[in-house]
């Protein structure tokens, strides 16, 4: 009886765990409402990529009625179920306040979470809200903080912005060096802004 309920168990786990990968199959295949079943049946597991992926569905419109409460309610169950993906789903909704109240103390605290977990454009985004008060207090040498976890993550963007406070001397001290350093890199991927800034601001004499 013992090896029965065993088994049993073992094979509901090996189903629901199968569920997540089955639901995507599905969905490349466009069978949404098969994907949806299997999606919810994998949630029955707490799979949070499950719970992302049902978000989408609902904010798509795929295979149901475009549903953005819905929606939102899906991701966040994803994110209270820990998925990074999720934090920045939410971060970037409140933000724009598409379908939702704007609402920027919402969005950064997901942002945050989403940048703690390594997410270089939501470290971006936090630099851009500390830059501009948004849903916080100003914060320039906050800014820079999150500027540079992104830039280190790899976004142009944040190292573009850390050398114009570098150049700037925008909550730190004027350090060409440093701006140079920056701006090598953005420069290193085509970006025609940071060629403009090394021509500029002559930075290849700051270069180490």
Same mark, same amino acid.
């Given at each position: 009886m013992k090896k029965k309920l065993l088994g049993s168990l073992l094979l509901s786990s090996y189903l629901l765990a199968g569920s997540y990968d089955n639901g995507i199959e599905f969905y490349k295949a466009m069978k949404y409402e098969k994907a949806m079943n299997s999606f919810l049946t994998a949630t029955n597991n707490e799979d949070n990529k499950a719970m992302l992926v049902i978000g989408i569905m609902y904010a798509n419109g795929d295979g149901v009625k475009k549903d953005p409460l819905k929606s939102l309610e899906w991701f966040k169950k994803s994110a209270n179920a820990g998925?990074?993906?999720?934090? /920045?789903?939410?971060g970037n909704i409140y933000? /724009? +306040?598409?379908?939702?109240?704007?609402?920027?103390?919402?969005?950064?605290?997901?942002?945050?979470?989403?940048?703690?977990? +390594?997410?270089?454009?939501?470290a971006y985004n936090l630099g851009y809200f500390y830059t501009g008060g948004l849903g916080v207090k100003m914060n320039l040498e906050t800014s820079l903080f999150w500027y540079e976890k992104a830039a280190i993550g790899g976004s142009i963007d944040a190292q573009l912005n850390l050398g114009f406070m570098y150049i700037g001397g925008q909550g730190t001290s004027v350090d060409y060096k440093k701006a140079a350093y920056w701006i090598k890199k953005a420069k290193s991927t085509g970006?025609?802004?940071?060629e403009l800034m090394w021509k500029e601001f002559k930075l290849k004499d700051y270069e180490k």
């Open positions: 998925n990074i993906h999720a934090y /920045s789903k939410l933000a /724009s +306040g598409i379908n939702v109240k704007q609402n920027y103390e919402e969005a950064h605290k997901w942002f945050t979470k989403a940048a703690e977990a +390594g997410v270089a454009k939501a970006n025609e802004k940071a």
